[in-house]
């Protein structure tokens, strides 16, 4: 199983990111897609997620900026991220939950630096 996390980078304040990533492996689709990240010195949190049944969670921190969309066929998760604070600066990591078959377990991707400047 693997999850191939693309799109980091470096912009300024305001600016715009996309986060792809894509998940392989699996005969059974994650139920569960999304993304978390962990900023220097704190713990890893959760950013967005996405379920098979079409419902997604997004943390505070990403309401009104940020858009998880999931393509089910195609085992993506991507994340745009609008209107970026310095504070959005962190590694994010693709995340993914198989619930059942022998792939059962839950996976995380390589993290990809975002870092926003003031």
């Known amino acids: 199983v693997q999850l191939q996390a693309s799109g980091g980078g470096s912009v300024q304040a305001g600016g715009f990111l996309k986060l792809s990533c894509v998940f392989s492996?699996?005969?059974?689709?994650?139920?569960?897609m999304g993304w978390y990240r962990q900023a220097p010195g704190k713990q890893r949190e959760l950013v967005a997620n996405?379920?098979?049944?079409?419902?997604?969670i997004r943390a505070k921190p990403a309401r009104g900026r940020f858009t998880i969309t999931r393509d089910h066929a195609a085992n993506t998760v991507n994340l745009l991220m609008h209107n970026l604070k310095p504070e959005d600066t962190a590694v994010y990591y693709c995340?993914?939950?198989?619930?059942?078959?022998?792939?059962?377990?839950?996976?995380w991707g390589q993290g990809t630096l975002v870092t926003v400047s003031s």
């Open positions: 996405s379920n098979l049944d079409g419902t997604a």
């Open positions: 995340n993914a939950e198989v619930d059942r078959g022998p792939q059962q377990g839950t996976y």
């Open positions: 492996g699996s005969i059974v689709r994650p139920k569960v």
